[in-house]
């Protein structure tokens, strides 16, 4: 067998300690016994000794087919990575001068975003001379918080980097 990683358990030979608490198959306690009787106890049940707490003292060992507690750990962490959800972060760009129709497919595009969980960075890019306007820039993201702010919160106020200025939405957990 491979040499154990943080995440493995210890198991048979592998373990250190010379005194170890026992746990039996069923869950009883045995006590604590000493390293090489623990193991011969697990032997003559046909199965293996497993370090369940290596940090206590002594280490809790439990006596218990060590191949199909492999195989439990693996399926918890399947079963958790497949229940975590996973948050994008969607970015609208807008300019400063920006049409009303424009305006208003961006904001459809952000509530979209919104119903399904992400959160969205507003971006307003300005280009050439546009950089002295930066109050058009503002208006615009100050007026995308308001038309959002039955789905969304705003979670960064904007704020401005260079030649762009940006703030993020993020969707509003609704009570049921």
Do not use: W
């Amino acid at each position: 067998m491979a040499s154990p990683t943080q995440t493995q358990a210890r198991c048979n030979n592998q373990i250190r300690a010379r005194q170890l608490r026992v746990i039996d198959a069923d869950g009883n306690q045995l006590g604590v016994l000493p390293k090489d009787d623990a193991l011969r106890v697990a032997r003559d049940q046909g199965l293996d000794l497993v370090e369940v707490a290596p940090n206590a003292d002594p280490p809790v060992c439990r006596i218990m087919d060590y191949g199909k507690y492999k195989y439990q750990q693996q399926k918890k962490q399947q079963e958790a990575r497949k229940r975590q959800s996973v948050i994008q972060i969607k970015e609208i760009k807008v300019r400063p001068k920006t049409d009303e129709h424009d305006y208003q497919t961006k904001l459809k595009h952000v509530r979209r975003f919104l119903e399904n969980g992400d959160r969205v960075k507003v971006t307003v890019f300005f280009r050439g001379r546009e950089i002295v306007h930066k109050d058009r820039g503002l208006i615009i993201l100050q007026r995308m918080a308001e038309d959002t702010e039955e789905l969304a919160k705003v979670e960064q106020e904007p704020r401005a980097e260079g030649r762009t200025m940006s703030m993020f939405l993020a969707p509003v957990v609704k009570k049921k």
